[in-house]
């Protein structure tokens, strides 16, 4: 690409070419916004996540990413049996519990 765009700041500058950290400087800039903003957050995010995912145990009480509360009666390295009711048994993928469910009910006594 250096000889599409060396003529042309020949022109511009008498011969003079312009310091390439400069240049670049912008797209660093954006590349450590994007990743302080975006992807250090969602990776610390995944980090807890898989760390949760990891430590379940039975008697739990869980929610599920699609809102269904229970207490885990059963566990294998990729299923999740919830009590969800009085008997009432639901198996769903250990990747898809959302997090303890005693988490939401602090957030809502702290908004009383």
Do not use: C, H
């Not at 700041?9 to 302080?36: K, R, T, W």
């Not at 509360?69 to 009590?83: A, N, Q």
């Amino acid at each position: 690409m250096d000889f599409l765009f060396s003529s042309a700041y020949a022109q511009a500058a008498g011969g003079a070419q312009p310091n390439p950290l400069v240049q670049f400087a912008p797209f660093i800039i954006i590349f450590f916004i994007f990743y302080f903003l975006m992807i250090r957050p969602q990776k610390k995010k995944m980090e807890e996540e898989q760390a949760l995912l990891k430590n379940l145990k039975k008697g739990d009480d869980i929610y599920t990413k699609s809102g269904v509360l229970g207490k885990i009666v059963g566990l294998t390295e990729k299923v999740v049996t919830m009590d969800i009711d009085e008997g009432n048994k639901l198996k769903v993928l250990r990747s898809q519990i959302g997090g303890l469910s005693e988490k939401i009910f602090e957030v809502v006594k702290k908004d009383k």
